[in-house]
């Protein structure tokens, strides 16, 4: 099955500061590659997600960019806000099975 | 908006029961999964439903997992005999086609004794 693993595994970064998490995968049939937040004791919810034939998307301060090569794709949080602390999750999905396998997940802790 | 419903929010049984976890997936959404996610880690795939059968599984959906579809709105998680490593939040998602996004339900939280 897809081996799905996000670095780092907990990261805290200064108010203001960016953040940055990787995702690698395996399936190199995996063509649509999301990013998920879950807030403490809250169901995970998207917050951007990004199709194979595009390398980089923004939505204001959230941006992902996809290396299909290199089978990686990273999420960008610029001007962190104290909001912005959640657990984050990969979950790329390959639309020919329909599984979605999340990726390790990465605590993100902004310091005020 | 329209939203994942799960029930019961908690629920708490004794090891070796049998428990029933229900879910109404959004209406026009064909594609149901069921997740679990043991306190403080990652989300795990447990069973992924489509056109009335299961589609994907996972290694821990084992015997005493089944899913269902009883009528045209509920979908449904049953663990048939608990045991102590099943507590865990349990969520269910649907998915539209032609999308990737997985909507959630707020979850249940399942504690076996």
């Known amino acids: 099955g897809e081996n799905v693993e996000q670095h780092p595994s907990t990261l805290s970064v200064q108010e203001g500061d960016s953040a940055v998490i990787k995702c690698t995968y395996s399936?190199?049939?995996?063509?649509?590659f999301p990013w998920y937040k879950q807030e403490l004791g809250k169901r995970p919810q998207l917050i951007i997600d990004?199709?194979?034939?595009?390398g980089e998307k923004k939505d204001q301060r959230i941006a992902v960019t996809l290396n299909k090569t290199a089978k990686h794709f990273s999420l960008h949080i610029t001007e962190t806000q104290p909001e912005d602390s959640a657990v984050y999750f990969c979950?790329?999905?390959?639309?020919?099975?329909?599984?979605?396998?999340f990726g390790t997940g990465t605590r993100l802790t902004i310091i005020p | 908006e329209p939203e994942v419903t799960q029930t019961p929010s908690h629920q708490v049984t004794q090891m070796g029961q049998e428990v029933i976890l229900r879910c109404v997936p959004i209406s026009n959404h064909l594609y149901f999964y069921w997740y679990r996610q043991i306190l403080g880690q990652k989300v795990e795939f447990l069973v992924s439903f489509y056109n009335n059968e299961i589609s994907e599984k996972s290694e821990i959906f084992d015997d005493q997992f089944s899913v269902e579809r009883p009528d045209g709105s509920n979908f449904t998680l049953k663990i048939r005999s608990t045991k102590l490593e099943d507590s865990a939040m349990y969520f269910c998602a649907s998915k539209p086609t032609g999308s990737g996004e997985l909507f959630f339900g707020e979850g249940s939280r399942l504690t076996v004794l």
């Open positions: 990004i199709r194979s034939n595009v």
């Open positions: 979950a790329p999905i390959n639309f020919g099975n329909e599984k979605l396998t």
């Open positions: 399936d190199s049939a995996s063509n649509y």
